[in-house]
């Protein structure tokens, strides 16, 4: 069952679907990498099992290689997500729906799109490919030339809605100060933790608790002051995504405010100004695993830290724990629509991707 993806307000005015061989083509073509992480977890295995390792070591060995597999069920889950994948071109947004995984454009912050055979795409010329693309491609088209005319109509008939109107009795953080006529819209606050949120980090997790036995098992067989060492990086291994990270955010979490206007979206934690960004720079809001979701229209590079969220290393906004976000996306998407003067940001330089960004 496909997800709700319309917005308060919204209508749909094309919807289509890839072509069931393009699709699968495209989702093989995709999981070369995968298979060839599985291929060398399996290789290693059948390696440490027909090796001349201590019986203990070649079976901690082993199961390391299992940590390894379960560890790549979130790449799994990405290139096979379930479902039948769908487009849709609403008033306002290009949206693209895979299984329980939901995409979506404004449209007039999209790059002009050009039919290329049966796909309609929207990288600009020269942008090269990188991981996660920052524009759509819609492929495998019975008819890309309708979807591209009904688009760029639509896009040509969006203009600037309604200003959303300031509530009453709307209090900032204290110590938050707003630029001068920045109208609060919503504070909120996360009610509704979570210890893991999305099926990733309830895989990371079981991974990290069996490289966790693993290690003991390994370990056991190393002279007696290696033992501690081990027991601590065991303990590392397993207590770090099952425990520590997940309480670390929740930690910070409680002490976190997120601040909508009508010009930007603020994260506000322990009195410190974690995150603002202007409406313009941001997609549209996706409601997903109780948390709206903003990604940025031109994601910066990626830094990943550990414990750290990977959408707000983006340049994007991760509201977690709201009591109702699908009210919260309805207003930011609203506020969002009241102002589309701002021009939007650059298109992402053309510099020649590393080898290692071309899968």
């Known amino acids: 069952m496909e997800p709700d993806v319309l917005l308060a307000g ?50 901690g060995l082993s199961v390391f290689a299992v940590a390894s597999l379960i560890s790549l069920m979130p790449m799994v889950r990405a290139v096979f997500p379930g479902g039948t994948e769908s487009y849709r071109i609403t008033d306002s947004r290009l949206v693209a729906v895979t299984g329980t995984q939901v995409r979506s454009w404004w449209l007039d912050r999209l790059p002009d799109p050009v039919v290329v055979g049966d796909a309609l795409s929207f990288a600009p010329a020269g942008a090269g490919r990188h991981l996660g693309p920052a524009w759509p491609v819609l492929g495998g088209l019975a008819d890309p030339q309708a979807a591209q005319r009904i688009l760029l109509d639509a896009r040509r008939d969006l203009s ?31 009610l509704r933790l979570r210890w893991w949120y999305g099926e990733a980090e309830v895989w990371a997790a079981a991974a990290g608790v069996v490289a ?40 910070q979490l409680t002490r976190t405010h997120y601040v909508v206007t009508d010009r930007r979206v ?28 903003l990604e940025p229209v031109v994601p910066g590079p990626t830094v990943r830290r550990r414990g750290s969220d990977p959408l707000a ?8 724990g709201l009591a109702d976000p699908r009210r919260v996306a309805d207003l930011v998407a609203a506020a969002q ?12 330089p053309r510099s020649k991707p590393e080898p290692w960004a071309t899968w």
């Open 10 to 59: 919204e209508r749909v005015l094309w919807a289509g679907a890839p072509r069931q061989a393009g699709a699968a083509r495209r989702r093989w073509a995709r999981a070369v990498p995968l298979v060839l992480a599985c291929a060398g977890a399996v290789g290693f295995a059948v390696l440490v099992l027909s090796g001349p390792l201590p019986g203990q070591a070649r079976l």
């Open 160 to 190: 600037a809605r309604q200003p959303v109107p300031s509530p009453a009795g709307v209090e900032l953080p204290p110590g938050l100060t707003l630029a001068s006529g920045e109208r609060p819209l919503l504070v909120a606050r996360p």
């Open 212 to 251: 966790g036995v693993a290690i003991l098992l390994f370990g056991t067989t190393a002279p007696g002051p290696f033992l501690l060492f081990t027991a601590l990086l065991a303990g590392f291994a397993g207590l770090g995504p099952t425990v520590v990270v997940p309480g670390r955010r929740r930690r």
């Open 266 to 293: 603020l994260t506000w934690a322990g009195g410190v100004l974690v995150r603002a960004t202007e409406l313009a720079r941001l997609g549209p809001p996706v409601v997903l695993d109780g948390r709206v979701l």
């Open 313 to 320: 290393e983006r340049g994007g906004h991760s509201l977690t």
């Open 337 to 348: 629509l009241a102002d589309r003067s701002v021009p939007p940001p650059p298109a992402p």
